[in-house]
């Protein structure tokens, strides 16, 4: 291996392994973040959220609360036919 003129070798390993060892640090730290129940929690009720109302305007997005409740009154009138035949 060639080295530079000027550069400490010790010098400069021990800086790379500090440099590596914070690096790794903030990303374990960010791991530990992104795993906590506390925040996937709140990333999910922001997904559900998002789909409900427009992020930008605040809006209720009208056409995809139409569908959930189109979906969950065509379920509950499904089960009711089933269970009326089913007598």
């Known amino acids: 291996m060639a080295r530079d003129k000027g550069v400490d070798g010790p010098t400069e390993l021990a800086r790379e392994i500090e440099e ?7 990303t374990i730290d960010e791991l530990i ?7 996937i929690v709140s990333r999910q009720a922001a997904q559900v959220k998002g789909y409900f109302v427009d ?3 605040g809006e209720p997005r009208t056409e995809n609360i139409l569908k959930v409740v189109g979906g969950v009154v ?6 009711t036919l089933i ?3 089913t007598r």
């Open 20 to 26: 590596t060892r914070e690096r790794l640090a903030g």
């Open 33 to 39: 973040y992104r795993s906590s129940p506390r925040t």
């Open 55 to 57: 992020p930008h305007t």
């Open 74 to 79: 065509s379920a509950v009138v499904l089960f």
């Open 83 to 85: 269970r009326r035949v």
